[in-house]
């Protein structure tokens, strides 16, 4: 590449973001509820969902727009706006909707089962639509990436970061989808979406309580 690769930066924003990723929020419920009512498939297509926006995040933060966003009161808000009624509306759905199905091992389609372009599209708009994912890629780059990085390590840099949810959110999919721990929720029946609905709709709440 005609430069030598700052290690120790891609570190430190490696590890970072992996700390910021493990933290429960609207991704991680949004997996955990897939898991249960829909079965590992479903989850990892909204886990590939939730990666692919870490990339669309990556990209505007590049090339300035994220910071013109973070800058404007009305972009803000309307981002703000949009998140919140999103997460509002998969809560109130959650909530909504009927019991889970009992888990079916072999992987068979169940009645309620989403398109994989639906499963995906779930798990994409969650995370584009967070606006503390763009003061989080803000601050992360401000903080840990020089402004002398070149943009091709930038790049790879995001691409890293979408690789590295992917295969956390992977891993919550697999755990959430054995059948000890499924069972184990699909026991709770209606409650099971009562509390996730619930935790949704807290979330939205934060969201639009959220500040520049």
């Known amino acids: 590449m005609g430069f030598e ?6 570190t430190a924003l490696f590890i970072a973001f992996g700390i910021n990723a493990v933290v429960p ?4 419920a949004m997996v955990l509820r897939q898991s249960i009512v829909h079965g590992r498939k479903t989850a990892i297509l909204t886990s590939l969902g939730i990666a692919s926006a870490i990339l669309v995040h990556g990209t505007y933060t590049l090339l300035g727009i994220g910071l013109i966003v973070s800058q404007s009161l009305l972009l803000f808000s309307l981002l703000k706006i949009a998140g919140a009624l999103y997460l509002l509306y998969l809560g109130i759905s959650t909530f909504r909707s009927a019991p889970p199905e009992k888990p079916n091992f072999d992987d068979v389609k169940q ?6 372009i639906g499963a995906f599209t779930i798990g994409f708009l969650t995370n584009l639509l967070n606006p503390k994912a763009v ?10 990436v020089s402004a002398t ?3 091709e390590v930038k790049a790879i840099y995001v691409a890293t ?6 295969a956390w959110y ?5 755990f959430f989808t054995t059948p000890s721990v499924r069972g184990a929720f ?18 939205a709440v934060r969201v639009a309580t959220s500040r520049q």
């Open 135 to 144: 003061l989080f890629f803000l601050a992360l780059f401000s903080t840990i």
């Open 5 to 10: 690769f700052p290690w120790l930066e891609f």
């Open 25 to 28: 929020g609207p991704d991680f």
């Open 186 to 203: 699909y026991k709770i029946g209606k409650w099971f979406n009562r509390i996730t609905g619930a935790a949704l709709v807290m979330l």
């Open 111 to 116: 009645s309620n089962q989403p398109s994989a």
């Open 170 to 174: 992977l891993l919550v999919s697999i």
């Open 149 to 151: 990085t070149v943009v």
């Open 161 to 166: 970061m979408s690789l590295q949810l992917f």
